[in-house]
């Protein structure tokens, strides 16, 4: 009986403890901060819209609304004036839905079907607080320009590749300050569009993989001719002696060396190739030329009759891109509308010699626009970043190679720790219209921790 009140009085006095805990004493917690990811975006008749991100210091545990107030100076708002925005604005103010376990949130603001740019004009955008839980922070005006030369010169960015899955790619034009983003799931194939050339690139960016076969006949390839390809036809493939880094495109963007290689002139010369996809899917596929464009044949591989279709150069774009599903799909913005894409990329691993190169699959990977874009990776502890100018520029070795960034601004994670940002360098990037941005790493995840959301800070470099 003792023993039975003793166990209680315990009980009572670890409840009571437990309450005192969670009472008065508790931190409440901190406010939620809004910030402008950009404070100077531009509008020309080019570069017809904008996306305006606002970030979110943490997640929201429900859903809250954010207020945006707009200062439209000589601009008209409206669909057939000036500009207007999506969501729209009612009595100068645009209201935005923050869903819970998100920290971020966007609208867009759309040149109008009246705007004729002749002189420079701008409007400014106001973060305003509406609740007490969420504050502003100090980025909270942003300004968006009508210019026919807008440049932005400096901002913080936080790339969207859709979370720690890496579900997109995301582009980035660092003169327009604009962020593209595209499920990389949504091709298959790239064709190069440069008159006279024809070269074919994998999604390096979905892990796909291209084997050719010894025939030319697509009726006479069935799923015999692949026995043994779904163990060996793998990303990562740990044996170098299977040959599967021939089965890629080399990550430095030569496509010269792409795993498709010279495009037969006739289809009568042109190979069949296996072509297989990160979802285990398994194509057959030829490519040869017409005229100066390409025909495609393909279907699966058991299937005795196939598909065929034309595709054509459109020199707006580094490549016109192909999907199995859809045909012809948009994927890249214009050749000069962005510098640099994140997201997931295949790149080659070398195991410790001459030819043990083996092909692997890397998260926040960087590739840079082939379009006569050029970057170099600069040490703190040769100049540091405030300090870099354009006079420095001219003594650090600029690099086209389009995997040049690649993983270089972060280091890999191990067993018992996560990857890191390096902090130790920073880029410089010179685009297609020979502008200089210097740009550096401020965080690998989301403020909240999640991969695929690493957040950079730039300037132009005069």
């Not at 024809?198 to 001719?225: K, P």
């Not at 707006?316 to 890249?332: D, H, K, R, T």
Request: proline share 3%; net charge negative.
């Amino acid at each position: 009986m003792n023993f039975v009140k003793h166990t209680s009085y315990l009980f009572g006095f670890a409840v009571i403890l437990l309450l005192a805990a969670c009472g008065d004493d508790d931190e409440p917690a901190a406010p939620i901060t809004l910030n402008f990811s950009s404070a100077e975006l531009g509008i020309t008749d080019d570069n017809t819209s904008v996306e305006v991100p606002i970030a979110l210091s943490r997640s929201v545990g429900q859903d809250e609304m954010v207020m945006v107030r707009i200062n439209s100076n000589n601009l008209t708002y409206g669909e057939s004036a000036d500009y207007y925005t999506v969501p729209a604005a009612t009595g100068g103010e645009i209201s935005l839905s923050v869903s819970a376990n998100t920290q971020d949130v966007s609208f867009q603001v759309l040149k109008g079907a009246g705007l004729n740019i002749q002189q420079d004009e701008s409007l400014t955008l106001t973060l305003v607080s509406t609740q007490d839980n969420i504050v502003v922070g100090d980025n909270s005006s942003a300004t968006v320009s009508f210019s026919e030369n807008f440049i932005a010169p400096s901002g913080t960015v936080e790339l969207n590749a859709g979370g720690a899955a890496f579900p997109d790619q995301a582009f980035f034009d660092f003169s327009k300050s604009t962020q593209t983003n595209v499920s990389k799931n949504s091709w298959d194939l790239g064709f190069s569009t440069v008159s006279g050339q024809f070269a074919v690139v994998l999604n390096a960016s979905a892990y796909h993989m291209a084997r050719q076969l010894d025939a030319t006949v697509m009726q006479d390839v069935t799923s015999a001719d692949t026995v043994g390809f779904a163990s060996e036809m793998v990303i990562p493939q740990f044996d170098p002696g299977v040959g599967s880094i021939g089965w890629i495109d080399t990550p430095d963007g030569n496509l010269a060396t792409t795993a498709f290689g010279e495009i037969a002139e006739s289809e009568l010369e042109a190979k069949i190739y296996i072509v297989r996809r990160l979802n285990g899917d398994w194509k057959k596929v030829k490519v040869f030329r017409s005229g100066d464009n390409y025909t495609v044949q393909y279907t699966d591989i058991d299937d005795p009759s196939f598909l065929f279709t034309e595709v054509n150069k459109d020199s707006e774009a580094n490549f016109n891109f192909f999907s199995f599903e859809s045909g012809e799909v948009s994927v890249e913005p214009a050749k000069d509308s962005w510098d640099i894409m994140y997201s997931t990329y295949t790149t080659s691993l070398n195991l410790g010699g001459p030819g043990l190169d083996i092909p692997y699959g890397f998260n926040d990977y960087i590739i840079i626009n082939r379009n006569n874009t050029e970057v170099a990776m600069v040490m703190i502890e040769d100049i540091g970043y405030d300090a870099f100018t354009a006079t420095n520029a001219t003594s650090i070795e600029f690099v086209s190679d389009i995997d040049a960034i690649g993983s270089s601004w972060r280091q890999g994670g191990g067993p018992d720790s996560g990857p890191q940002l390096f902090d130790d360098r920073f880029f410089v990037i010179r685009d297609a219209d020979g502008l200089l941005y210097k740009f550096r790493f401020t965080r690998l995840t989301s403020a909240s921790g999640e991969r695929g959301y690493p957040e950079f800070t730039f300037e132009i470099v005069e």
